[in-house]
Structures are given as C-alpha cells and as structure tokens.
C-alpha cells in the first residue's frame, strides 16, 4: 500500500533490498544491536481523516489569544501588501531550496540578485550577500568576518544596547574559543561612547552598535568611524531597514557592515518568525562576506542570466579557508521582503516609516501625561518607546487591563534581559498599521486604569 509521505510498495522494498544484497529489513539493520532497537512497534494511534485533523488544528489555534499588538522589541505588526503572499506562495518558489543550478533557478536567483540590489541600496553600502537567517546571526556574521579582517585580533566591542537576544547569540559565538566579547556599557539609553578610544588596541577587531537599539532609540554615531578606522577596526551597525527610510543609513555613519533583519519589510509576525538577516558591506571587504552572492551575467548567446559566485564556506573550498559555516540562506524569507519592497517602492517605504514615527510620538506624548508613567529618557526615537512605570504593580494592573480589553499593551523588557534594572520598562511599538481608533483605545483604557 502507498501512504502519501512513504511511497514506496512492497516490491520497491523489495528490489532496494536486492540491490544492496540483504534479504530483509531486519537483517539490514541487525549490525545496530538490539539495545538499539524497538522490541515492540512505535505507539502511535490510528491514522486520522482529513477534516478530523483540520478541527484537530484548528481547535489548537482557537486558544491562541489574539488582539491590537503594540509590541515590538524586534518584531512588528506593519501593512504587508497582499502581493507578497500571494506571489510567494507560487509553487516555484515555496519548493525551491537554495538555488545551486543556475540553469534550473533563474527565477529565484533574480530575485536574490534583486533582493541584494535593494539591501544595497537602503543601506548605502557596495555588495549584500543572499540574505542570512536572522538579524542574530546576521551580527554573528559581522563579528566572525571583524575578527577575520584584521591579524592577531581576538575581541569585539558590543554595544549594552543592542536587542539581548543578539548579545545571547554573539555570547555563544564567543563561547569555547580564543574570541572575547567586551561591552560598551550604555548610558541613559544608548551606548556611552565617550571612552571609546580607551578600548580600542590591536587585539580589537571591531564594533558592534545598534540604532533604533533595545529601547527603540536612536543613537547618534558622530566621528565614531574615523575612531575605529584610525586604529584599523571595524563598525558594524544593525537597524531595522524600514527605520532608514527616514534615518541616516549605516554608509552615511561610514560603517564597514550594514546588519539586521527584514521581518519589518513583508514577513508576517507568525508567532516570532522566521526571520531574514541583511548584511552588505563595502568593496574591501566583498571576499569576506560570508555565505553566497548571486551575480548577473550573460551566457554564451549574449542574453541575461544569473548564477551564484563567490561562494566562500566549506562546502565550495577548503574548510580552512572558509568564511563561515552558514549553510543556507532564507531564500523564501527574502523573496517575500523583494516582492514587499517592489510593491511599496521608496515613496512607499517613506510613508510607513513616517507614519509609525509619528503615530509612535503621538501615543508617547499623551500617555507621558497620565501618573505613574513616563519617558525617563529625552532621547529620539522612532516607532518604539521605553515607557516607566512608578511600581511593578501598576504596571502590571496596566498590562492585564489592557489586555482584558484586547489590547497588547507592549513587551516588558525585564522578560527578555532578565535584569533588574529593566523590571519597570515597558517596550511600546507603533506601526503605520495602527489605526487612529486603535491609537484612541489604547489612550481611554490607559487612562481608566492609571487614574
């Protein structure tokens, strides 16, 4: 009998067994041992209809609590044009793995070569890779490639205030080697970057920023650069690309790598991902850039084609001579962020920015005027906000309240850091998604419940 996921008949069985000269399945696998082995069959129930499993899911996702999100913290609620699903979900390109034959993956491969251009261009930089699987490892990737870019250097300086879950991330990377992270401690919300030159030697490769950073703020990098590049070390800046619509982009700041992820162009919530990682950097540094880039050409009758090149990791060349194990890029991922930045073009990414700048200031400057709350930092910012709490208990009578109303009223940042410092701070987000009403909803149940 054929069952959709095992295809194989009983004679198939049996010509395979033939062919590798043994009588049984049994016997093919006997060389493991019996302590290996099941005595008794896998305990798994009968097999289930279609529509039972579709009510079975569905059941599931009914306890899933939905409501407005105003949460942030990495990952925003924006308008996604329906044209990102409906052409992504194109059987052609849902199937596709990581396009390795040119010949067959023409119609992938120029949406990564394009899915480059446009990372290229919104971040001001000379060459992006073919996308990485998230903004973390996006800034593991541009700490490997530091430390790989100048000799004899073991450490990278990161900035306090980039998302905790990057830090996670670049902590592990760090683990078990001879590589040292070392933190620029922050001050008032962003990094105090006043003693930077102390810090910098010739064992330091490079520094790791962040803007808008963990607290949605955004963080000036004035001479930061000639800084680093005076004592041959690298910037990288991770932002959120819709963020450079209307701020300046990491070339403009004279970073070396451009990092961070496109959930804010086209890729839905879902529950916290997949992700996109971006990262692009300058023509120096174009053979260190990490997984693949896919090149426009033209074949031997002179019409346009795309392939991939420069495919510097292990499974290309000598594992020692690699730039990094990354072994796929999110293909898919950064399909659905080319098809969303093509239906919004510049003008239209101009707009979402600032609309969530504004409807995000808006919200802060009438919520700062309720007691027991406010915005401790005097700092710019873009579609986030930290908003303090007086005492933990308001805020988590404001949390519950609100949600009892169906509003999510924002992440607390104590949950992601684990750190007492933040045990007051609630992380606020608002996109071009949130409407007026829903801006109004949030205001009358915060002032019913702060009075």
Known sequence: MVYPYIPHTDEDRKHMLKAIGVDSLDQLFEVLGEDLLLADSVPISHGRTENEVQRMIDSIAGRNMQGIPFLGCGWYDHIIPSTVEALSSLPSFVTAYTPYQAEMSQGLLQAIYEFQSMICEITGLDVANASLYDGANAASEAANLMVGAKRKSTTVLVSETVHPFILQVLET??????????????????????????????????????????????????????????????????????????????????????????????????????????????QDLLRKLPGRIVGATVDGEGRKGF????????????????TSNVCSN??????????????????????????????????????????????????????????????????????????????????????????????????????????????????????????
């Open 330 to 451: 999110q293909a898919l991922a950064a399909l659905m962020t080319t098809i969303h930045l093509s239906s919004l073009g510049w003008d239209g990414m101009v707009e979402a920015a600032s609309q969530s700048y504004t409807k995000a200031h808006y919200l802060a400057y009438h919520l700062a005027q309720l007691p027991g709350m406010t915005l401790i930092w005097d700092k710019p910012f873009w579609c986030e906000f930290p908003l303090v709490f007086s005492d933990a208990k308001k805020m988590r009578k404001f949390m519950q309240e609100l949600r009892n109303e169906g509003i999510f009223a924002g992440v607390r940042l104590a949950a992601l850091t684990r750190q007492v410092k933040d045990e007051l701070v609630l992380l606020v987000a608002v996109t071009e998604k949130r409407s007026r009403e829903e801006l109004e909803l949030y205001l009358a149940a915060a002032r019913r419940v702060m009075k």
């Open 307 to 322: 392939t991939l090149t420069l495919q510097a990791r292990e499974q290309h060349i000598k594992r020692e001579r690699a």
């Open 173 to 282: 990377w760090a683990k078990g080697t001879e590589r040292t992270l070392r933190l620029v401690p922050e001050k008032e919300g962003v990094a105090d970057l006043l003693g930077i030159s102390e810090l910098l030697d010739e064992h330091c490769a490079g520094l790791i920023v962040q803007s808008p950073n963990r607290y949605g703020l955004l963080e000036d990098y004035s001479g930061l650069a000639e800084q680093l590049h005076a004592e041959h070390c690298l910037l990288a800046i991770y932002s959120d690309p819709l963020s450079l619509a209307i701020q300046k982009s990491q070339a403009e700041w004279g970073a070396d790598i451009a990092i961070g992820d496109t959930q804010s162009l086209g890729l839905p919530l879902a529950f916290g991902g997949p992700g996109c990682g971006y990262m692009a950097v300058t």
